[in-house]
């Protein structure tokens, strides 16, 4: 398994190389160029064809938004296939895009629970779990994800855990979920630059709030080290500290 310094280094490389290429003059923040998007879209890895069944799914879906973009999944898959975690938990499943790209790049012996409440959404889920072979690997638990977690062991026991669920309770799972992190886990929590709209002041809605809130919380928490890559509507990695 990758170290945790490791893992840091090569978070603060690809975190230099997008900022670097961002421009903030577009009118979508934090959007890069439309030349230099679908440059690099064209020499991505594709995502395999479960995966893109899912994006054509949540296309046509209107709450489709909640699906973990593209590439944020490709950077998920890639941080697992490096760590090769062999317990992992997941906040927030809908229709499985996030989970998919977790389990398809765990060990065969990893296992991967799934905290969520929306059976319709979560059944699009296992099939495509299904389809891809690693329904073996994932345990989906349909009830409220801090109930869940607060029947799994109080020690530290995960090595990867990711968040991207209802914004209110962001801080409620942070807080349950890091004494639980294995000292050399990561923590991924998704929409922590929402849209730019944590800088303006005046929008005072719930998820707003919340992720504010989270994002002050992380930030003064001297037990754990964080660093937010600015990749879809933010990726914030965390790590216990030593």
Same mark, same amino acid.
């Given at each position: 398994?990758?170290?945790?310094?490791?893992?840091?280094?090569?978070?603060?490389?690809?975190?230099?190389?997008?900022?670097? =290429?961002?421009?903030?003059?577009? $009118?979508?923040?934090? =959007?890069?160029?439309?030349?230099?998007?679908?440059?690099? $879209?064209?020499?991505?890895?594709?995502?395999?064809?479960?995966?893109?069944?899912?994006?054509?799914?949540?296309?046509?879906?209107?709450?489709?938004?909640?699906?973990?973009?593209?590439?944020?999944?490709?950077?998920? =898959?890639?941080?697992?296939?490096?760590?090769?975690?062999?317990?992992?938990?997941?906040?927030?499943?809908?229709?499985?895009?996030?989970?998919?790209?977790?389990?398809?790049?765990?060990?065969?012996?990893?296992?991967?629970?799934?905290?969520?409440?929306?059976?319709?959404? $979560?059944?699009?889920?296992?099939?495509?779990?299904?389809?891809?072979?690693?329904?073996?690997?994932?345990?989906?638990?349909?009830?409220?994800?801090?109930?869940?977690?607060?029947?799994?062991?109080?020690?530290?026991?995960?090595?990867?855990?990711?968040?991207?669920?209802?914004?209110?309770?962001?801080?409620?799972?942070?807080?349950?979920?890091?004494?639980?992190?294995?000292?050399?886990?990561?923590?991924?929590?998704?929409?922590?630059?929402?849209?730019?709209?944590?800088?303006?002041?005046?929008?005072?809605?719930?998820?707003?709030?919340?992720?504010?809130?989270?994002?002050?919380?992380?930030?003064?928490?001297?037990?754990? $080290?964080?660093?937010?890559?600015?990749?879809?509507?933010?990726?914030?990695?965390?790590?216990? =500290?030593?």
């Amino acid at each position: 398994m990758a170290s945790v310094i490791d893992m840091r280094v090569t978070v603060a490389a690809v975190t230099r190389v997008i900022v670097m =290429s961002a421009d903030f003059t577009q $009118t979508k923040p934090f =959007s890069l160029p439309v030349e230099m998007q679908a440059y690099l $879209t064209d020499r991505n890895s594709a995502p395999s064809e479960h995966l893109e069944s899912l994006r054509r799914i949540a296309a046509d879906m209107p709450a489709g938004g909640m699906r973990l973009g593209t590439e944020a999944g490709t950077f998920l =898959s890639i941080l697992v296939q490096a760590m090769q975690p062999r317990r992992a938990l997941e906040v927030g499943t809908f229709i499985g895009y996030s989970s998919l790209s977790i389990a398809a790049a765990m060990p065969s012996d990893g296992r991967l629970l799934c905290c969520d409440v929306n059976d319709t959404w $979560t059944s699009i889920a296992r099939q495509h779990w299904e389809a891809a072979g690693v329904a073996d690997r994932i345990e989906l638990v349909l009830a409220p994800a801090l109930e869940t977690i607060a029947a799994q062991p109080d020690e530290p026991h995960l090595d990867l855990v990711f968040i991207d669920a209802d914004k209110p309770n962001y801080v409620n799972y942070y807080d349950a979920l890091l004494p639980r992190l294995n000292p050399n886990g990561l923590m991924i929590v998704d929409n922590t630059m929402w849209s730019a709209k944590v800088l303006d002041p005046d929008d005072n809605t719930d998820d707003t709030v919340a992720i504010r809130a989270f994002n002050d919380h992380v930030a003064a928490d001297q037990t754990s $080290t964080n660093v937010t890559v600015p990749l879809g509507d933010g990726l914030t990695l965390i790590t216990r =500290s030593e």
